[in-house]
């Protein structure tokens, strides 16, 4: 019977292992993971001290740790020119600063949540260790946020600093008196602040002398900050689980003031001018320079007579400018050798002179070689030529001509708001806009259709054709052979263009209420990776967006002070921020034959609040914590 039993025992316990076997999600899973932080056990000096003067601090935790980018996250305030050692060995870190201490100030050393342990990854949280060389401990605070003032991201990683020297120059010549640095969100909080009056800056520290110098990126508030605290209650929520609350606790804090500084940072435009390069081809030289300028260069030959000689091409700004040569003798001559006088910037004083420099232009190939190359391709067609005779072949019996490349934008289908665009391969001397010819269909037949061909002030190869155009009609262009004459005299080819212009009920509209608007906005229409398809000006109070092909779309305004048509950064020597930037908070999806309406007022949220989390290119991280992985544990064994 004993015997029976016992192997009765036996199959069910293989039965069961079986079992268990066949469902290892119902086997031992090691246990839930540890979610406890690390626990300080031990600092030295201790923390909060006085009249401390040594340069090593120590601070020894129940578990063994590690400080996660340490470079990113910790910060020690005053800022240090001499890198301090961060070691961390087992359960002990040493921070050793580098740096005389200075009497009576408070010292901050900011981990935010670089300490972790090594098991789980547990962060300490936002810990700060701080002492005081003097008899009193400075306790005040400075929180607030760093955005581009261009696209308003999130600025990762940014110095922001205060300093007590209310003068202009202190931002450039002194080093900050108390530091902190943005995280992923582009929040700060500078801890250790005496009562006083500062102002606060941000900084791109490129050199890390914690002075701006031209070239880093920055941000300037002219306001005084006046450092101050009140008892607070905040509510803590603890939840039950996921969906249920367990507690709201009221918890008593310090509230610290200002908590809600908000820092634009820009790169300033260089505005030291000096020449970059000069090229040349055969038929143009080309100048550019480092930053713009309103006057225009004379230019002044030394081996040929520059009067009327060319035909100039600039850009906005003047720091690119081309020189097409009208006459063909130059356009042989090797060696152009002119005097060139400019606006420049003197190094020392940063002050703008005139100055003159002999340049000296040469082509890539002289004309000899030019030359050969052109006797080398007409013996390759008079070859060809031979071939073809012999085929019988006599349709082409003289060299071709290369014509004047003439580049048309027209396309199949068009929006009725479109223009159509042509770009020439150089200058031209004539335009014969009778040659120009362009049709409409009605009904059945073509008929002449008005327009407008206007030529571009600045881009002298640039042509715009405009006309009135008919939703849902086809139309014909016609630009006859030798309707445009270039600068060397070539002329174009017969071009024949066939396009419809697309019904207006393929398109959606935007309509924009914008009552709070500057006078000079202008409104950017964005796509879902926040590049603008189209900006309007905002007329009375409005901006009008019309033929939209379906989409979703973002809508960002800016207020355009010096009237160019794009956004400007600052000035920090002229005390000029850069141009504001609005966003829309929400996207708006344009559905075709279908009108969207919206008012909108552009300051109704705070800047760092205003652009859409989709628009958001720096977003932290998202660890998985140990609590996550705890709940999708019990999620995995209920499911």
Known sequence: MLKLISKILTILTAALLIVACANPGSGPDGGPFDETPPRIVHMSPALGGTNEHTKKVSIVFDELIKVENAQEKVIISPPQV????????????????????????????????????????????????????????????????????????????????????????????????????????????????????????????????????????????????????????????????????????????????????LLLAFTEKNTTRQLLKSTREPEKFTTYFTAPSKYIPEVRGLNFDATNAFMVERSVGNDTLTYWLRDTALVNQDTLAIAYTYEATNDSTSQTYMRTDTLELVPQFSYAKRQKF???????????????????????????????????????????????????????????????????????????????????????????????????????LNVDSAAVEGISGKVNKTLDMKFRINTADAYGSLFLVIPDAPTNAVVQLLNTSGKFVKQIKVENGRADFFYISPNDYYVRLFNDRNNNGKWDEGCYSEDRQAEEVYYYPQKFSVRANWDIEQNWQIKALPLNEQKPRELIKQKEQEKKTPKSRNAERLRNKQG
Not at 112 to 124: F, H, R, Y
Not at 194 to 200: L, N, S, V
Not at 400 to 415: E, G, H, N, T
Request: glycine fraction near 6%; charge should be negative.
């Open 82 to 261: 001499q890198m301090p050692e961060i070691k961390v060995a087992g359960k002990r870190i040493t921070v050793q600063l580098a740096d005389s201490l200075k009497e009576n100030t408070t010292y901050t050393v900011d981990f935010s949540d670089a300490i972790v342990d090594t098991n789980e990854g547990n962060a300490l949280g936002n810990f700060t260790y701080y002492f005081s060389t003097g008899a009193q401990l400075d306790t005040m605070q400075v929180a607030g946020n760093v955005l581009n003032a261009e696209d308003l991201e999130p600025v990762k990683g940014i110095l922001v600093g205060l300093h007590s020297n209310l003068s202009d120059s202190a931002f450039t010549t002194l080093p900050f008196d108390r530091v902190a640095r943005t995280d992923g969100n582009g929040h700060f909080s500078i801890k250790g602040v005496a009562p006083g009056k500062y102002r606060i800056y941000a900084l791109k520290d490129m050199d890390g002398d914690f002075k701006y110098v031209r070239g880093e990126m920055f941000a300037f508030n002219r306001e005084d900050i006046v450092p101050s605290s009140f008892p607070d209650i905040r509510h803590d929520t603890l939840w039950a689980d996921t969906v249920r609350i367990d507690t709201i606790k009221s918890v008593r804090y310090t509230h610290f003031l200002p908590d809600d500084v």
């Open 374 to 476: 052109a006797a080398e391709d007409l013996a390759k067609w008079r070859k060809a030529l031979e071939k073809r005779h012999k085929d019988g072949d006599f349709s082409q019996e003289t060299p071709p001509v290369k014509p004047l490349a003439l580049k048309c934008s027209a396309r199949m289908d068009m929006k009725p708001d479109q223009n159509i665009h042509f770009t020439l391969a150089e200058p031209a001397i004539k335009i014969d806009t009778t040659a120009f010819h362009l049709y409409v269909k009605v009904d059945s037949t073509y008929q002449e259709a008005r327009f407008k061909l206007e030529s571009d002030s600045l881009r002298l190869l640039n042509y715009t054709l405009r006309a009135e155009w008919r939703p849902g009609q086809e139309y014909v």
